[in-house]
């Protein structure tokens, strides 16, 4: 390390010791001195390796030492993140931000001012909050954590002490966890809190920094776009998860509205503070005096008292009647009363409508530096988070579409048999023409069961959101595992019904999305699109929706079926094959990568994950998902929240601007391409052998905790999907990768890449010039390489030899094969003597929590093995819980 890192890494530690010794004190102001003994005993056996020699604990105190050391991370975490943010402002001095050297970039390899600009007018950058089943930290907790950060930003001090110390107080005597299973309206709360606050003021400075670069080069954003805006799955998300109902997505939608919405009522109410113009002494644009009167005359609401006091301030009265339709629209919202012309507003767009009415004023008498100021701010917080904060996409498996279509096709009885007896291309056919047709299927609401009912009345709700908040309520809907295009069309048929769709009227009001899961349904992406595209009702639906197709890829359930080399290399060629499919057919193909937090599930450094996207996929607009910890670690404290962010905007303009041909030859192409078919393929039938043995099922369910998702209040959706509930097969990618996690085998995120890159070491030069030169190969790597060293193969012996049957036992030895291999590879290809060489912060900081992750680890072993004897209690299951959220934090990541 150097010397500035010593210097950081000498200053982190000092901080740690503070807020853990304040916890410490803590402890036994609450418990008495007995814990926090112990906690210092199991420390020191952890340390020498004596864990074993421990006595076992009670339930009770099991609980409470698994909670001290969860809080330890917890706080430790948050000391971390208030030292990268430091750290990232020093460097932002010295080096500038990632805007400023992605610009430096842009002029170093010539990009023109012209097509910068044609690039702004559809830069859109967009992460989608989805609710995670192993995030378990509550709202009151997050915001001590936000005040212990600020507290230690701050000068030493007797106040300084005093308040660390009442705040780490009160995190230990708050209790972490929740009481019962978290419904989808609470997860929405959690995603509504990180939205709040990054309306408050990172997006807006994000924003403003790409402008003042535009500026220099005599560019703009257009006044309305902003190229940050949001999504959310949480209360959409329906695939599996019987939780979230037709109501609930109702009900999140009018949370996030109210919270939408107060928060612009809050900056409306700053700016009316600040525009106090008088136009005795200034002028003011004709057009914003009428509007205000006409405005005045809708609203009784507008207490005598301003129309007095603000008679000769006309920005403040105008911004009056703003903030009083903003009420009203809340209020008819939660109400869900009807629209009522010039009262509330119908949709943001009637709201920036005013705002740039008043925007252009205030640049022509007060000029632009006024204008651009805290207006330009609320306009461009407008364009970003809506009314609702985040755009919701509802998403829902194919095969509930066509067990509700079967019921509908079936009572017609015009297809002459059984509509669940049509293979893939039969219904293609019957789908093609249904919606050629004018009449519908059926009358409203339609005659289905119960369970078809929650599938149509999704899309009733979605038409009433958009009746109600406005289109961007919700834009996309998203086909979980489409096996083919009839999955697609199954869906738009639907949505036709609920009169979402009408050709024949030229109505399109949502997009749908192929999600595509497996290593199958990526290889099929070409066939899929073709018949999609080729499909002339399908067509003239992309035609109403301006020639735009978005397609999901799935990291996870692709990982979980081919192992993390195949499934990295066919999620690249997908997008390539993709991309060439839309072009050929005149359409503009946006790729929504669903990324997960862990590397296993898509996680990594999201800069270098674009610029390792094939080239020309990219083109200034950006969709993927932000999950669990991950949200949390990226967004709980605004200076990384808006480091985050503007990586994502440079990362989407140097991947649209800089890599709009392939950065390899073509011979390079072809050799390379066809050496990665060959590690993919010899990868894959590794991860399959391995995946696919008799003994996993046994050997999977009894070293992870994996059963605790299932049997413990974590998250609102199942474990299992419903349609395929046996066995690993029905099991979700997430309880997957946590189980594996937990026990730090963490199989999904490098099991298959040793016997991959040995199956070409006749071609080793070759390999280390694709990790030198192709950004793709180098980013997969650099990710195995962080998994690698997260993996503790000591630990997990501890899980199989307490937990597995013996007769299971045989696979460990296969992990520990395949990780040596896989270690040893990697390092020859990367030429690195050590894993995380070149990170030698993050290689320590790794060393350090495994002196507090062993013993949580230790802890819940001991815990499953009596919890599976058949010991249950609330101390036990919470302590079990403890450990889970303790091994989550530690480790970063858990799924």
Same mark, same amino acid.
């Given at each position: 390390?150097?010397?500035?890192?010593?210097?950081?890494?000498?200053?982190?530690?000092?901080?740690?010791?503070?807020?853990?010794?304040?916890?410490?004190?803590?402890?036994?102001?609450?418990?008495?001195?007995?814990?926090?003994?112990?906690?210092?005993?199991?420390?020191?056996?952890?340390?020498?390796?004596?864990?074993?020699?421990?006595?076992?604990?009670?339930?009770?105190?099991?609980?409470?030492?698994?909670?001290?050391?969860?809080?330890?991370?917890?706080?430790?975490?948050?000391?971390?993140?208030?030292?990268?943010?430091?750290?990232?402002?020093?460097?932002?001095?010295?080096?500038?931000?990632?805007?400023?050297?992605?610009?430096?970039?842009?002029?170093?390899?010539?990009?023109?001012?012209?097509?910068?600009?044609?690039?702004?007018?559809?830069?859109?950058?967009?992460?989608?909050?989805?609710?995670?089943?192993?995030?378990?930290?509550?709202?009151?907790?997050?915001?001590?954590?936000?005040?212990?950060?600020?507290?230690?930003?701050?000068?030493?001090?007797?106040?300084?002490?005093?308040?660390?110390?009442?705040?780490?107080?009160?995190?230990?005597?708050?209790?972490?966890?929740?009481?019962?299973?978290?419904?989808?309206?609470?997860?929405?709360?959690?995603?509504?809190?990180?939205?709040?606050? &990054?309306? @408050? $003021?990172?997006?807006?400075?994000?924003? =403003?920094?790409?402008? %003042?670069?535009?500026?220099?080069? #005599? +560019?703009? !954003?257009?006044?309305?776009?902003?190229?940050?805006?949001?999504?959310?799955?949480?209360?959409?998300?329906?695939?599996?998860?019987?939780?979230?109902?037709?109501?609930?997505?109702?009900?999140?939608?009018?949370?996030?509205?109210?919270?939408?919405?107060?928060?612009?009522?809050?900056?409306?109410?700053?700016?009316?503070?600040?525009?106090?113009?008088?136009?005795?002494?200034?002028?003011?644009?004709?057009?914003?005096?009428?509007?205000?009167?006409?405005?005045?005359?809708?609203?009784?609401?507008?207490?005598?008292?301003?129309?007095?006091?603000?008679?000769?301030?006309?920005?403040?009265?105008?911004?009056?009647?703003?903030?009083?339709?903003?009420?009203?629209?809340?209020?008819?919202? &939660?109400? @869900? $009363?009807?629209?009522?012309?010039?009262? =509330?507003?119908?949709? %943001?767009?009637?709201?920036?409508? #005013? +705002?740039? !009415?008043?925007?252009?004023?205030?640049?022509?008498?007060?000029?632009?530096?006024?204008?651009?100021?805290?207006?330009?701010?609320?306009?461009?917080?407008?364009?970003?988070?809506?009314?609702?904060?985040?755009?919701?996409?509802?998403?829902?498996?194919?095969?509930?579409?066509?067990?509700?279509?079967?019921?509908?096709?079936?009572?017609?009885?015009?297809?002459?048999?059984?509509?669940?007896?049509?293979?893939?291309?039969?219904?293609?056919?019957?789908?093609?023409?249904?919606?050629?047709?004018?009449?519908?299927?059926?009358?409203?609401?339609?005659?289905?069961?119960?369970?078809?009912?929650?599938?149509?009345?999704?899309?009733?709700?979605?038409?009433?959101?958009?009746?109600?908040?406005?289109?961007? $309520?919700?834009?996309?809907?998203?086909?979980?595992?489409?096996?083919?295009?009839?999955?697609?069309?199954?869906?738009?048929?639907?949505?036709?019904?609920?009169?979402?769709?009408?050709?024949?009227?030229?109505?399109?009001?949502?997009?749908?999305?192929?999600?595509?899961?497996?290593?199958?349904?990526?290889?099929?992406?070409?066939?899929?699109?073709?018949?999609?595209?080729?499909?002339?009702?399908?067509?003239?639906?992309?035609?109403?929706?301006?020639?735009?197709?978005?397609?999901?890829?799935?990291?996870?359930?692709?990982?979980?079926?081919?192992?993390?080399?195949?499934?990295?290399?066919?999620?690249?060629?997908?997008?390539?094959?993709?991309?060439?499919?839309?072009?050929?057919?005149?359409?503009?193909?946006?790729?929504?990568?669903?990324?997960?937090?862990?590397?296993?599930?898509?996680?990594?450094?999201?800069?270098? $994950?674009?610029?390792?996207?094939?080239?020309?996929?990219?083109?200034?607009?950006?969709?993927?998902?932000?999950?669990?910890?991950?949200?949390?670690?990226?967004?709980?404290?605004?200076?990384?929240?808006?480091?985050?962010?503007?990586?994502?905007?440079?990362?989407?303009?140097?991947?649209?601007?800089?890599?709009?041909?392939?950065?390899?030859?073509?011979?390079?192409?072809?050799?390379?391409?066809?050496?990665?078919?060959?590690?993919?393929?010899?990868?894959?039938?590794?991860?399959?052998?391995?995946?696919?043995?008799?003994?996993?099922?046994?050997?999977?369910?009894?070293?992870?905790?994996?059963?605790?998702?299932?049997?413990?209040?974590?998250?609102?959706?199942?474990?299992?999907?419903?349609?395929?509930?046996?066995?690993?097969?029905?099991?979700?990618?997430?309880?997957?990768?946590?189980?594996?996690?937990?026990?730090?085998?963490?199989?999904?995120?490098?099991?298959?890449?040793?016997?991959?890159?040995?199956?070409?070491?006749?071609?080793?030069?070759?390999?280390?010039?694709?990790?030198?030169?192709?950004?793709?190969?180098?980013?997969?790597?650099?990710?195995?390489?962080?998994?690698?060293?997260?993996?503790?193969?000591?630990?997990?012996?501890?899980?199989?030899?307490?937990?597995?049957?013996?007769?299971?036992?045989?696979?460990?030895?296969?992990?520990?094969?395949?990780?040596?291999?896989?270690?040893?590879?990697?390092?020859?290809?990367?030429?690195?003597?050590?894993?995380?060489?070149?990170?030698?912060?993050?290689?320590?900081?790794?060393?350090?929590?495994?002196?507090?992750?062993?013993?949580?680890?230790?802890?819940?072993?001991?815990?499953?093995?009596?919890?599976?004897?058949?010991?249950?209690?609330?101390?036990?299951?919470?302590?079990?819980?403890?450990?889970?959220?303790?091994?989550?934090?530690?480790?970063?990541?858990?799924?």
């Amino acid at each position: 390390m150097t010397h500035d890192e010593h210097q950081r890494a000498d200053d982190l530690r000092k901080d740690i010791r503070v807020v853990t010794s304040l916890l410490g004190q803590a402890v036994v102001k609450s418990e008495g001195q007995e814990l926090l003994d112990l906690v210092e005993q199991v420390r020191h056996a952890a340390k020498d390796g004596s864990l074993d020699q421990l006595p076992p604990l009670d339930a009770a105190s099991a609980m409470t030492l698994a909670r001290a050391f969860a809080g330890y991370f917890h706080l430790a975490n948050i000391t971390e993140q208030h030292h990268r943010g430091r750290a990232l402002e020093r460097e932002r001095e010295v080096r500038g931000g990632p805007l400023d050297r992605t610009f430096a970039a842009l002029k170093d390899r010539g990009v023109g001012d012209e097509e910068l600009a044609e690039l702004l007018r559809r830069l859109v950058v967009r992460p989608v909050f989805t609710a995670h089943p192993t995030e378990v930290a509550r709202r009151t907790n997050l915001d001590k954590l936000r005040r212990l950060s600020a507290l230690l930003g701050e000068p030493d001090s007797r106040r300084r002490a005093r308040e660390l110390e009442a705040v780490v107080d009160l995190f230990w005597q708050t209790d972490p966890i929740r009481l019962e299973r978290p419904e989808p309206l609470d997860e929405a709360r959690n995603g509504v809190y990180y939205l709040e606050g &990054l309306a @408050g $003021a990172a997006v807006p400075d994000v924003v =403003d920094r790409l402008r %003042e670069h535009l500026q220099d080069r #005599d +560019l703009d !954003l257009p006044l309305t776009h902003s190229p940050l805006q949001f999504g959310s799955w949480i209360g959409g998300d329906r695939d599996g998860n019987p939780r979230v109902t037709p109501q609930v997505t109702r009900e999140v939608l009018a949370l996030q509205a109210s919270h939408g919405i107060a928060v612009l009522r809050r900056k409306v109410d700053e700016l009316r503070r600040e525009l106090s113009v008088s136009e005795r002494l200034t002028g003011v644009d004709e057009a914003v005096r009428e509007r205000t009167h006409v405005m005045l005359d809708s609203l009784p609401e507008v207490e005598p008292r301003y129309r007095r006091l603000n008679a000769e301030e006309p920005y403040r009265l105008f911004l009056t009647c703003v903030e009083v339709r903003l009420r009203l629209t809340e209020r008819r919202i &939660l109400e @869900g $009363a009807p629209h009522r012309e010039g009262r =509330d507003y119908r949709t %943001e767009q009637e709201l920036l409508e #005013d +705002l740039q !009415l008043l925007h252009a004023s205030v640049e022509r008498h007060q000029g632009s530096v006024v204008a651009d100021g805290n207006l330009l701010r609320l306009v461009r917080t407008v364009a970003s988070f809506g009314f609702c904060l985040a755009t919701l996409d509802v998403r829902e498996h194919s095969a509930r579409h066509h067990l509700a279509l079967g019921q509908l096709f079936d009572r017609l009885g015009t297809l002459g048999r059984p509509y669940a007896d049509l293979d893939a291309s039969e219904r293609l056919k019957v789908l093609g023409d249904e919606l050629a047709q004018r009449r519908p299927l059926s009358p409203q609401p339609p005659p289905v069961d119960d369970d078809a009912r929650t599938v149509t009345g999704a899309f009733a709700v979605v038409r009433e959101a958009l009746d109600v908040l406005g289109p961007r $309520a919700v834009e996309s809907y998203i086909i979980s595992m489409t096996h083919d295009a009839d999955d697609v069309l199954a869906a738009v048929v639907l949505a036709r019904e609920a009169g979402l769709v009408d050709l024949a009227s030229d109505r399109a009001d949502i997009g749908f999305v192929p999600l595509l899961e497996t290593v199958d349904e990526l290889d099929r992406v070409e066939a899929i699109l073709e018949s999609l595209f080729t499909d002339p009702s399908y067509r003239r639906l992309l035609e109403l929706r301006g020639d735009f197709q978005e397609v999901m890829l799935g990291y996870s359930d692709s990982n979980k079926a081919g192992g993390i080399t195949t499934s990295q290399w066919q999620i690249q060629r997908a997008q390539r094959i993709g991309h060439d499919v839309a072009r050929r057919h005149g359409v503009r193909i946006r790729f929504f990568h669903g990324r997960g937090g862990s590397v296993g599930r898509g996680g990594g450094p999201t800069y270098e $994950a674009l610029l390792a996207l094939p080239f020309g996929t990219v083109n200034g607009d950006v969709k993927l998902t932000e999950q669990g910890e991950v949200i949390s670690d990226k967004y709980n404290l605004p200076v990384l929240a808006r480091e985050n962010l503007e990586l994502l905007v440079a990362g989407t303009l140097e991947a649209s601007l800089l890599h709009r041909t392939d950065r390899r030859s073509a011979q390079q192409r072809e050799e390379w391409d066809a050496l990665t078919d060959r590690v993919s393929a010899a990868a894959h039938d590794r991860y399959r052998s391995f995946a696919t043995h008799d003994d996993l099922p046994a050997y999977f369910t009894a070293s992870t905790p994996v059963d605790l998702l299932g049997a413990l209040h974590i998250g609102s959706r199942p474990s299992k999907r419903p349609q395929q509930d046996a066995g690993l097969d029905g099991l979700r990618a997430i309880p997957w990768v946590f189980g594996w996690t937990q026990s730090r085998q963490i199989i999904p995120g490098w099991f298959g890449v040793g016997s991959g890159l040995a199956a070409a070491e006749d071609r080793e030069d070759e390999l280390q010039e694709m990790y030198r030169s192709w950004p793709f190969f180098r980013s997969f790597l650099d990710n195995v390489a962080m998994t690698l060293a997260k993996t503790d193969l000591d630990i997990a012996t501890r899980y199989v030899e307490a937990l597995a049957p013996e007769g299971t036992h045989h696979l460990l030895d296969q992990v520990r094969a395949e990780h040596a291999l896989t270690v040893e590879r990697l390092l020859r290809v990367t030429g690195d003597r050590q894993l995380l060489e070149r990170e030698p912060v993050l290689r320590t900081t790794l060393e350090v929590r495994d002196n507090y992750l062993a013993p949580l680890h230790h802890l819940q072993v001991q815990l499953l093995r009596r919890h599976r004897d058949g010991e249950t209690g609330p101390e036990l299951e919470r302590a079990l819980l403890f450990t889970v959220n303790g091994i989550a934090a530690g480790m970063r990541n858990t799924g």
